[in-house]
């Protein structure tokens, strides 16, 4: 399994198994739904905002992992582990987020060159 981060997707262990999630557009319909907000830019900025409870991570997890296809509840994520806690999830959430709304980088997957 490989996560290919020119089509938004990263790659995360949970309970020591590797998993792919991606904010697809049906994922993040999903989270704009579950924070009660009218679109993406109002979605944007709320997680611009930098404060992400235990709660938001469950959600944008569940949804990165449905979104690249896991048949994963929101129960199921509360449930994982990480070998590095709270601040592995939330370097997760962190991750996805920047490769569904376009930040940071990523060396196995650059972006092609600009002509």
Do not use: Q, Y
Request: glycine fraction near 16%.
């Amino acid at each position: 399994m490989r996560a290919n981060r020119r089509r938004g997707e990263i790659e995360a262990e949970f309970d020591g198994e590797p998993h792919v999630l991606c904010l697809t557009l049906g994922a993040l319909a999903e989270l704009e739904t579950a924070f009660g907000v009218d679109d993406l830019g109002a979605l944007a900025t709320r997680f611009g905002a930098g404060r992400l409870s235990a709660g938001d991570a469950i959600k944008v997890i569940g949804a990165g992992l449905r979104g690249a296809g896991a048949a994963a509840s929101d129960e199921d994520v509360a449930a994982m582990g990480r070998h590095d806690g709270a601040i592995g999830f939330a370097a997760v959430v962190a991750d996805l987020l920047a490769a569904a709304f376009g930040g940071g980088g990523d060396t196995a997957n650059p972006p092609p060159p600009r002509t």
